[in-house]
């Protein structure tokens, strides 16, 4: 496995990849990283001749400067886990390699990005366009894997394809969750054993809205039920929301439509979760 820190060390090894007709795959993380990453890692190792894993904690998608430090690392245990994957190439550029200046480009995806995560989260989505597009010229990827879990920044990043004509094809893999429900995140790893019970309420929360919508009741009342039971398990409910995944809308009533999903995000111990399922017809 070879470790690159440099964009132009990268860009040569890759360019004699292409040079001899190898593909190559790349799958964008931030680190910290867990089995959800590895199902992405073993997938682009199935369908192309190169992997390539890069870990960069992008500063300019955190509006939280707080979240940002407490971002957790631990390239020690990432690389052992990147090494038994049998991973070609970890890219882990410094934040100067990435951004030698501030970056003046901004990037707007609405109406994508003012529901959700978006409304939440100031320029998130403009920072997630920003790196991701550098990574997609740096690297020049095939095909690029996400994980459903970020299910928004998937929509966008697949906009941001068509957009921009990145002669690129997504693959968004499914959420892996533990034995309890819950699902895999870098952020987890902060949790206590307490918060992880805790946290698992979200991915049962959003079964109970699916079985619920599908029986009739109120979104309404679905997402007071939602609140309570956070509250119950002290987590800090900050939206449960049904969407079209097509047109990308927040929905009032639930109508058996294709193309739904029931999205989640809430605080556990000052730990920020999101979750979120496709609902099956
Ligand atoms: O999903 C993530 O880990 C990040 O948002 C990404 C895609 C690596 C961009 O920094």
Same mark, same amino acid.
Do not use: W
């Given at each position: 496995?070879?470790?690159?820190?440099?964009?132009?060390?990268?860009?040569?090894?890759?360019?004699?990849?292409?040079?001899?007709?190898?593909?190559?795959?790349?799958?964008?993380?931030?680190?910290? &990283?867990?089995?959800?990453?590895?199902?992405?890692?073993?997938?682009?190792?199935?369908?192309?001749?190169?992997?390539?894993?890069?870990?960069?904690?992008?500063?300019?998608?955190?509006?939280?400067?707080?979240?940002?430090?407490?971002?957790?690392?631990?390239?020690?245990?990432?690389?052992?886990?990147?090494?038994?994957?049998?991973?070609?190439?970890?890219?882990?550029?410094?934040?100067?390699?990435?951004?030698?200046?501030?970056?003046?480009?901004?990037?707007?995806?609405?109406?994508?990005?003012?529901?959700?995560?978006?409304?939440?989260?100031?320029?998130?989505?403009?920072?997630?366009?920003?790196?991701?597009?550098?990574?997609?010229?740096?690297?020049?990827?095939?095909?690029?894997?996400?994980?459903?879990?970020?299910? #928004? #920044?998937?929509?966008?990043?697949?906009?941001?394809?068509?957009?921009?004509?990145?002669?690129?094809?997504?693959?968004?893999?499914?959420?892996?969750?533990?034995?309890?429900?819950?699902?895999?995140?870098?952020?987890?790893?902060?949790?206590?054993?307490?918060?992880?019970?805790?946290?698992?309420?979200?991915?049962?929360?959003?079964?109970?809205?699916? #079985?619920?919508?599908?029986?009739?009741?109120?979104?309404?009342?679905?997402?007071?039920?939602?609140?309570? &039971?956070?509250?119950?398990?002290?987590?800090?409910?900050?939206?449960?929301?049904?969407?079209?995944?097509?047109?990308?809308?927040?929905?009032?009533?639930?109508?058996?439509?294709?193309? &739904?999903?029931?999205?989640?995000?809430?605080?556990?111990?000052?730990?920020?979760?999101?979750?979120?399922?496709?609902?099956?017809?």
């Amino acid at each position: 496995m070879l470790f690159i820190k440099k964009i132009e060390d990268l860009k040569a090894v890759l360019t004699t990849k292409r040079g001899v007709g190898k593909t190559v795959g790349l799958v964008p993380t931030m680190g910290a &990283l867990h089995q959800g990453h590895l199902s992405l890692m073993e997938r682009s190792s199935q369908e192309n001749d190169c992997t390539v894993v890069s870990i960069f904690v992008n500063p300019i998608q955190f509006n939280n400067s707080q979240d940002l430090d407490n971002y957790p690392s631990n390239m020690v245990a990432d690389v052992k886990m990147l090494e038994a994957a049998k991973v070609d190439i970890v890219f882990a550029p410094a934040r100067q390699e990435v951004y030698p200046k501030s970056p003046l480009t901004r990037m707007t995806f609405s109406p994508l990005d003012s529901i959700l995560e978006g409304a939440f989260r100031d320029n998130h989505f403009s920072g997630v366009g920003v790196v991701v597009s550098k990574l997609f010229n740096i690297v020049g990827p095939n095909k690029a894997y996400f994980g459903q879990k970020d299910l #928004q #920044q998937y929509l966008i990043i697949k906009q941001l394809v068509t957009d921009l004509n990145f002669p690129i094809e997504l693959v968004c893999a499914p959420i892996v969750r533990d034995d309890n429900g819950l699902a895999l995140s870098s952020r987890n790893q902060r949790l206590s054993d307490k918060g992880i019970k805790q946290a698992t309420v979200l991915s049962r929360i959003l079964k109970m809205a699916e #079985q619920k919508a599908k029986e009739g009741v109120p979104l309404t009342q679905i997402k007071k039920d939602a609140a309570e &039971l956070c509250t119950d398990n002290n987590v800090q409910l900050e939206y449960i929301e049904f969407i079209d995944t097509g047109e990308f809308c927040l929905l009032k009533e639930y109508k058996g439509y294709h193309n &739904l999903a029931i999205c989640i995000a809430g605080y556990v111990e000052d730990i920020r979760l999101i979750d979120n399922i496709l609902i099956q017809e």
